[in-house]
């Protein structure tokens, strides 16, 4: 079955603990995307990356890193969390954004993870 | 930069009334437009999508079409039932290899 995987799904933790959200995606896509779900906000993008070994801030990128060293997995890493980041994060993939004209920027998105940064 | 600006919610329905629910855009181009719907703990999904002027997008008994005349892409269905209720997101992606979000929509129908 075509899926993405975080994990976890529910997770709560203390200020300066750091802490990583897996993705995974088994559809051989090459665009994966993290974002962050706030009530009246909407999802902004936190980062994402093109491709293997490329990856480009979004609009809320501060307090966060992630990594592309595999084509499935795109971790977001928390070094040091602040109750700011308490937050509802998805991870999604793409073959491509438009531009590409084989796919038109359809994302298939994970169940989300809820982090509560105490 | 790219932009969707979306009817703020909630909104609460009665079984088999009309929902329209508006969203316009600001972008540079020829963005493709889509619409998304998150049901209660669930990531989101597309519910569809429209890649040029014009073209209207169906499913599920929901649609919008892309006017580019008043940068629109509402979405309406005519009978909206309670498995509808979930949140809309408008969304559009432009080239830039970003798919830009609406705030949502919360849509409650009631039996």
């Known amino acids: 079955e075509a899926q993405v995987t975080q994990n976890p799904r529910y997770l709560i933790t203390v200020t300066g603990k750091k802490l990583t959200v897996t993705c995974s995606q088994n559809m051989n896509h090459e665009y994966m995307s993290w974002y962050r779900q706030d009530p009246g906000l909407g999802l902004r993008q936190i980062y994402y990356s093109m491709n293997v070994e490329v990856t480009d801030k979004g609009d809320v990128p501060e307090g966060y890193k992630v990594s592309r060293k595999e084509k499935r997995n795109f971790p977001l890493i928390l070094e040091s969390p602040s109750p700011n980041q308490t937050s509802l994060y998805f991870c999604?993939?793409?073959?491509?954004?438009?531009?590409?004209?084989?796919?038109?920027?359809?994302?298939?998105f994970g169940e989300g993870s809820r982090l509560t940064v105490l | 930069g790219d932009s969707v600006t979306q009817m703020e919610g909630p909104v609460t329905l009665s079984e088999e009334a009309c929902l329209t629910i508006?969203?316009?855009?600001?972008?540079?181009?020829?963005?493709?437009l889509f619409w998304y719907v998150q049901y209660p703990g669930e990531g989101l999904q597309l519910l569809l999508k429209a890649t040029k002027a014009d073209d209207k997008g169906s499913n599920k008994g929901f649609e919008a079409t892309y006017r580019k005349e008043t940068t629109s892409f509402h979405l309406e269905k005519g009978s909206v039932q309670v498995s509808d209720s979930a949140v809309y997101f408008c969304?559009?992606?432009?080239?830039?290899?970003?798919?830009?979000f609406g705030a949502g929509t919360t849509v409650t129908v009631r039996a």
């Open positions: 969304a559009l992606s432009g080239g830039d290899y970003k798919l830009s």
């Open positions: 508006n969203c316009t855009y600001t972008a540079t181009g020829y963005p493709s």
């Open positions: 999604a993939s793409s073959l491509g954004l438009a531009g590409d004209l084989t796919n038109t920027g359809e994302l298939f």
